[in-house]
């Protein structure tokens, strides 16, 4: 069965560290990846996506995001994070178009 | 300006009743979706509609019915409401089906009290 697991539920970095936030996937087919990032009381924002080619995607804000097939994964990362990318983060594999399953969310916080 | 349009943002609704759900879309998109958020369960799919028609339904209940009177609106019809279906609803969409990026409205937040 398809599934997209998140196992950090919330990670805490200070401004200006580094950033890793985790993501798994499980699906037989050729993954069409994403990563969300939702701000209090909004919507869902598009970070980045991957379909193929290049491992490693770029995406806004300066997040880029590595795919690997061998472990199934799809990690978000960021050299240096600010205050405003606090946020809940979520990944999502499509698995028939539109359709996506999301992960459980991360929620990062960053301390001053 | 907001793309896809969602109205009402909050909605309080007493148990056995009904609410519908509105929402509009100015990206010229063909496909739309509704998606749930609850305190319980991560996003979830409810369903899928492609030019007007219904694609895919991930929804268990009858009680929740999609509208789609335009090819840019996809309204949710909610019966006989239960606290169990409170949660945030968000309507979404993509120009066509096939791996695409899709976009995310605002959301309505719904309590049933």
């Known amino acids: 069965a398809q599934s997209v697991t998140q196992p950090d539920a919330r990670v805490t970095v200070s401004e200006g560290a580094s950033l890793q936030l985790r993501c798994k996937y499980s699906?037989?087919?050729?993954?069409?990846l994403f990563w969300y990032v939702q701000y209090p009381r909004q919507g869902l924002q598009l970070l980045l996506k991957?379909?193929?080619?290049?491992?490693v995607v770029q995406g806004v804000n300066s997040f880029e995001a590595e795919f690997s097939k061998s472990n199934s994964s799809f990690h978000l990362q960021k050299a240096s994070v600010h205050w405003s990318d606090s946020a809940v983060y979520f990944c999502?594999?499509?698995?028939?178009?539109?359709?996506?399953?999301f992960g459980q969310g991360t929620k990062l916080s960053i301390k001053p | 300006d907001p793309k896809i349009i969602q109205k009402p943002k909050y909605l309080v609704a007493v148990t056995g009743s009904e609410k519908i759900l509105i929402c509009e879309q100015y990206?010229?998109?063909?496909?739309m979706y509704w998606y749930r958020q609850s305190a319980k369960k991560p996003l979830e799919f409810m369903f899928s509609?492609?030019?007007?028609?219904?694609?895919d339904n991930q929804t268990a209940s009858s009680r929740f019915q999609p509208q789609s009177s335009k090819k840019n609106h996809l309204d949710l019809q909610i019966t006989a409401l239960k606290p169990d279906d409170s949660a945030t609803y968000f309507c979404?969409?993509?120009?066509?089906?096939?791996?695409?990026?899709?976009?995310f409205g605002k959301g309505t937040r719904l309590t049933v009290v």
């Open positions: 979404a969409s993509s120009q066509g089906t096939a791996n695409t990026e899709v976009f």
């Open positions: 699906y037989s087919a050729t993954p069409y």
């Open positions: 991957y379909y193929s080619g290049d491992p």
């Open positions: 999502a594999l499509s698995i028939d178009g539109g359709k996506l399953i």
């Open positions: 990206l010229g998109h063909n496909a």
């Open positions: 509609y492609s030019y007007q028609k219904l694609m």
